[in-house]
């Protein structure tokens, strides 16, 4: 076997304090290494030029480069293995820059630790199989299920560049919660009016096949090659000929709670979702509907002026589509918060969470906009508690990121609509990042009438509700405090939605700690799950604004685009865990190691399974196999071993 050995002087980064000379003639002296050659800078082009043509010439079995981080020119110089007819995995990389030169203080010990560096690689590399990159084709179809902001912008930005999406939503509407918003901070900007534009491009688009009343109900396949089956709810009207005159929705003589207005007020059988809503078509509740209990209503079909736009015969439906990968952007939800019996939320007072304020502030809302009590007046005074679950120990340690900034929104609506009402503000911390966010936080500070008190623990904090006024009992230097307030609004914590548990299990994503999907890197890579093909985007993976999820929508349409560009085929990297069939005990102890969901069970043969397009090499399932079953390729046993005893000797 002939090795060929490349030593890097990196200028004088390596060179000023290793001898080249000196630890070429100690190589030349270790097993099968045939020669030692340095360079100025070997990752320069001149450098990178001479690697290439003095590889064709001298034609070694293996490659040792002794040089940087493999981190930073690993790839490069497998490049160039390549370039010169070479399998670029008969290639190892030493790196003397950072673990000997900079860290090494003597001279004579650089060159000695150097030198069993590349003997260590020089026994590894004489170990190394010529692996080879597998191509395969994909689908360039893309599932993006969720059709809130982040969904629209990820789905809009793929159909732009010619991709076929299939976009899921479980609602009737597109939008999100934001299409319930009549004011956006920081700039009170309408929510419907700001997403009009992307849902009409959305819904515009050839490329984008709109799934409402829809959600996920099975995953399979790979990175490329998805395969979903889509239940899609029947809405007993056809959206291809309704034309939303909204002659249906009045002869309806059943009323239900309306989810949209967080059951503040009714809404009848046959009902539009939210005023203003896309699709543009009302949708029956079934089960509250008189021909669920066997009465046979036709009411709001003889009112529709299109015959045949009211369907009762309507069905559920399976639906199957293949695609290469998938962006999970299903929203968030708010926290429960019947979980805290001091805020008296619940009791039927004047205690409501912040999207049920934000429906009464609104003017398609349960009361038109008009802020009242339950008994018709207006409030003399609001309380907003912020931090409601957020920043405790005992319910959400960290910190949803919007609360503050709708709080001082909902500070100056109420001030526009009640001049001479007080609004008192229960903090924790202040919370306002961005550009433009702290404008509403200064006029509210600058607001005669309103005060800010700040509290340590959300149970010291006492809401009693009755009499058509809320009594708040507070701590504040040393003592116990009282006010009083017509109306109180709770900011709860931003949490995971009921659908992200379910549909992680579906994807088989994992979700982190909190229960929001787990992404590659908290900050490097937070588009992407650990799943090779899915994606995130939005508050599903954690708490942000509007803002951050539109971006983050952006980022995952751009992550697709990249990885599953058009007419490019899927390079499958080799460097992934296999298992020896013949040892593996089928206790699938590994499956349970893996952060990628990359490893199955093959049940004819009882033993498990690595799938290579979603296997990363991390080697946990290497580490846990009982049995010595699973082996990394490009790190086995036999490797390391060599590499530490050469290390060693």
């Given at each position: 076997?002939?090795?060929?050995?490349?030593?890097?002087?990196?200028?004088?980064?390596?060179?000023?304090?290793?001898?080249?000379?000196?630890?070429?003639?100690?190589?030349?002296?270790?097993?099968?290494?045939?020669?030692?050659?340095?360079?100025?800078?070997?990752?320069?082009?001149?450098?990178?030029?001479?690697?290439?043509?003095?590889?064709?010439?001298?034609?070694?079995?293996?490659?040792?480069?002794?040089?940087?981080?493999?981190?930073?020119?690993?790839?490069?110089?497998?490049?160039?293995?390549?370039?010169?007819?070479?399998?670029?995995?008969?290639?190892?990389?030493?790196?003397?820059?950072?673990?000997?030169?900079?860290?090494?203080?003597?001279?004579?010990?650089?060159?000695?630790?150097?030198?069993?560096?590349?003997?260590?690689?020089?026994?590894?590399?004489?170990?190394?199989?010529?692996?080879?990159?597998?191509?395969?084709?994909?689908?360039?179809?893309?599932?993006?299920?969720?059709?809130?902001?982040?969904?629209?912008?990820?789905?809009?930005?793929?159909?732009?560049?010619?991709?076929?999406?299939?976009?899921?939503?479980?609602?009737?509407?597109?939008?999100?919660?934001?299409?319930?918003?009549?004011?956006?901070?920081?700039?009170?900007?309408?929510?419907?009016?700001?997403?009009?534009?992307?849902?009409?491009e959305v819904f515009q688009s050839k490329h984008i096949e709109i799934l409402t009343l829809s959600q996920v109900a099975e995953v399979v396949g790979y990175c490329g090659n998805f395969t979903v089956k889509i239940r899609q709810a029947p809405r007993f009207v056809d959206i291809g000929k309704c034309i939303g005159c909204n002659e249906c929705v009045g002869p309806c003589p059943v009323s239900t709670p309306d989810e949209?207005?967080?059951?503040?007020?009714?809404?009848?059988?046959?009902?539009?979702?939210?005023?203003?809503?896309?699709?543009?078509?009302?949708?029956?509740?079934?089960?509250?509907?008189?021909?669920?209990?066997?009465?046979?209503?036709?009411?709001?079909?003889?009112?529709?002026?299109?015959?045949?736009?009211?369907?009762?015969?309507?069905?559920?439906?399976?639906?199957?589509?293949?695609?290469?990968?998938?962006?999970?952007?299903?929203?968030?939800?708010?926290?429960?918060?019947?979980?805290?019996?001091?805020?008296?939320?619940?009791?039927?007072?004047?205690?409501?969470?912040?999207?049920?304020?934000?429906?009464?502030?609104?003017?398609?809302?349960?009361?038109?906009?008009?802020?009242?009590?339950?008994?018709?007046?207006?409030?003399?005074?609001?309380?907003?508690?912020?931090?409601?679950?957020?920043?405790?120990?005992?319910?959400?340690?960290?910190?949803?990121?919007?609360?503050?900034?709708?709080?001082?929104?909902?500070?100056?609506?109420?001030?526009?609509?009640?001049?001479?009402?007080?609004?008192?503000?229960?903090?924790?911390?202040?919370?306002?990042?961005?550009?433009?966010?702290?404008?509403?936080?200064?006029?509210?500070?600058?607001?005669?009438?309103?005060?800010?008190?700040?509290?340590?623990?959300?149970?010291?904090?006492?809401?009693?509700?009755?009499?058509?006024?809320?009594?708040?009992?507070?701590?504040?230097?040393?003592?116990?405090?009282?006010?009083?307030?017509?109306?109180?609004?709770?900011?709860?914590?931003?949490?995971?939605?009921?659908?992200?548990?379910?549909?992680?299990?579906?994807?088989?994503?994992?979700?982190?700690?909190?229960?929001?999907?787990?992404?590659?890197?908290?900050?490097?890579?937070?588009?992407?799950?650990?799943?090779?093909?899915?994606?995130?985007?939005?508050?599903?993976?954690?708490?942000?604004d509007i803002q951050g999820s539109m971006n983050q929508g952006m980022a995952a349409a751009g992550y697709v685009l990249s990885q599953l560009a058009t007419g490019k085929k899927l390079k499958i990297e080799p460097i992934t865990a296999q298992v020896r069939e013949e040892a593996c005990s089928g206790c699938q102890v590994c499956r349970g190691v893996c952060p990628y969901k990359a490893i199955g069970f093959d049940l004819?043969?009882?033993?498990?399974?690595?799938?290579?397009?979603?296997?990363?090499?991390?080697?946990?399932?290497?580490?846990?196999?009982?049995?010595?079953?699973?082996?990394?390729?490009?790190f086995t046993m036999a490797q390391i071993s060599a590499e530490i005893e050469g290390v060693l000797q």
């Amino acid at each position: 076997m002939k090795i060929g050995v490349y030593f890097c002087k990196c200028g004088t980064n390596i060179a000023e304090k290793i001898d080249p000379e000196r630890v070429e003639k100690e190589v030349l002296s270790l097993p099968h290494v045939a020669y030692c050659k340095s360079c100025e800078y070997l990752c320069s082009e001149e450098g990178k030029t001479f690697l290439e043509q003095d590889l064709k010439d001298e034609k070694p079995d293996r490659v040792v480069i002794s040089a940087c981080s493999p981190r930073d020119y690993e790839r490069t110089f497998r490049e160039c293995v390549a370039a010169a007819q070479i399998n670029p995995y008969l290639m190892q990389m030493v790196n003397v820059r950072e673990q000997v030169a900079w860290v090494t203080a003597d001279p004579e010990q650089a060159a000695q630790k150097t030198v069993h560096h590349i003997r260590g690689a020089a026994r590894r590399v004489s170990l190394h199989a010529p692996l080879e990159e597998k191509e395969m084709e994909v689908s360039p179809n893309v599932l993006v299920v969720g059709a809130g902001p982040a969904g629209l912008k990820a789905a809009l930005a793929l159909a732009e560049s010619g991709r076929k999406v299939i976009l899921v939503e479980k609602t009737p509407v597109v939008g999100g919660l934001p299409v319930r918003y009549e004011d956006l901070f920081p700039n009170l900007e309408c929510g419907p009016c700001m997403l009009e534009p992307v849902e009409a491009e959305v819904f515009q688009s050839k490329h984008i096949e709109i799934l409402t009343l829809s959600q996920v109900a099975e995953v399979v396949g790979y990175c490329g090659n998805f395969t979903v089956k889509i239940r899609q709810a029947p809405r007993f009207v056809d959206i291809g000929k309704c034309i939303g005159c909204n002659e249906c929705v009045g002869p309806c003589p059943v009323s239900t709670p309306d989810e949209v207005n967080c059951g503040l007020n009714q809404r009848k059988a046959m009902a539009f979702a939210i005023k203003g809503g896309l699709p543009n078509a009302p949708s029956i509740d079934m089960q509250a509907c008189l021909r669920a209990k066997g009465e046979d209503c036709t009411l709001c079909r003889t009112a529709c002026p299109v015959e045949g736009t009211v369907n009762f015969d309507d069905q559920e439906r399976i639906l199957e589509r293949n695609v290469g990968a998938i962006i999970l952007a299903v929203g968030s939800s708010l926290y429960d918060c019947t979980v805290f019996p001091n805020l008296a939320y619940g009791k039927g007072g004047e205690v409501y969470t912040s999207l049920e304020f934000e429906r009464l502030l609104s003017a398609s809302g349960p009361i038109g906009g008009k802020l009242v009590t339950r008994a018709g007046t207006p409030p003399r005074s609001v309380a907003i508690l912020h931090c409601v679950g957020s920043l405790d120990e005992h319910h959400k340690p960290y910190c949803s990121g919007v609360c503050c900034q709708y709080a001082f929104k909902f500070n100056q609506l109420v001030h526009h609509k009640l001049p001479e009402a007080k609004v008192f503000h229960f903090y924790r911390e202040l919370v306002t990042p961005g550009k433009e966010e702290c404008g509403l936080l200064a006029r509210a500070m600058a607001h005669p009438h309103a005060q800010f008190i700040r509290y340590g623990n959300l149970a010291d904090l006492k809401v009693q509700s009755g009499d058509g006024t809320n009594h708040i009992r507070y701590p504040e230097g040393g003592a116990e405090r009282d006010l009083d307030a017509d109306m109180v609004v709770l900011c709860p914590a931003i949490v995971p939605s009921e659908d992200s548990k379910q549909l992680a299990a579906i994807v088989e994503a994992g979700l982190d700690k909190f229960g929001f999907f787990d992404e590659l890197h908290g900050r490097a890579d937070s588009g992407q799950s650990k799943i090779r093909g899915i994606f995130l985007a939005g508050t599903c993976q954690s708490p942000k604004d509007i803002q951050g999820s539109m971006n983050q929508g952006m980022a995952a349409a751009g992550y697709v685009l990249s990885q599953l560009a058009t007419g490019k085929k899927l390079k499958i990297e080799p460097i992934t865990a296999q298992v020896r069939e013949e040892a593996c005990s089928g206790c699938q102890v590994c499956r349970g190691v893996c952060p990628y969901k990359a490893i199955g069970f093959d049940l004819d043969h009882q033993v498990s399974v690595v799938n290579p397009l979603l296997c990363h090499g991390c080697g946990n399932c290497v580490a846990a196999c009982p049995s010595g079953a699973m082996e990394g390729n490009h790190f086995t046993m036999a490797q390391i071993s060599a590499e530490i005893e050469g290390v060693l000797q």
